[in-house]
């Protein structure tokens, strides 16, 4: 007679209660839905490729959000991507009038970059 399989005793946890009904009607305009991805109503600042901008929602990066920048390999021409963008926020192109603050007034942060900014590179690039 053969041991009986490990696995066929395997607990398995009964499923996760499901939440009541009146707690996910909550949740209306707080959840992300995957097909409301081209929806963006905040002000944008256009990226300074056209055909990026007919993909981007609103037609530009958007401002005052957090933009995630994902790449293959990390640190390879973000700055390049990004500086058009960057160098006409700075001169306060195509901002709307709630965000032409003076540039010493604006703010850029940079959260936990791959790698430390290049001063010379940022340079070439205008910024």
């Given amino acids: ?17 499901r939440p ?3 707690e996910l009607a909550g949740l209306q305009g707080r959840l992300w839905r995957g097909s409301s991805l081209g929806a963006h109503s905040a002000p ?4 300074g490729f056209a055909a990026l901008d007919a ?3 609103g037609g530009g990066w958007p401002l005052g959000a957090v933009t995630e920048l994902l790449a ?8 390049r991507l990004l500086a058009p963008a960057l160098r006409g926020w ?3 192109q195509g901002l709307p009038a709630s965000a032409s603050a003076t540039p010493a007034l604006r703010s850029l942060l940079l959260i936990h970059p791959p790698h430390t900014p290049h001063l010379p590179g940022l340079q070439a690039v205008g910024l």
Avoid at 1 to 17: D, Q
Avoid at 44 to 47: A, F, K, R, Y
Avoid at 72 to 79: C, I, K, R, S, T
């Fill in 1 to 17: 007679m053969l041991p009986a399989s490990p696995l066929s005793n395997a607990f398995t946890p009964p499923p996760p209660p």
């Fill in 20 to 22: 009541p009904l009146d």
């Fill in 44 to 47: 944008t600042l256009p990226s």
């Fill in 55 to 57: 993909e981007l929602p």
């Fill in 72 to 79: 293959p390999q990390a640190g390879v021409l973000e700055w």
């Fill in 90 to 92: 700075w001169a306060g």
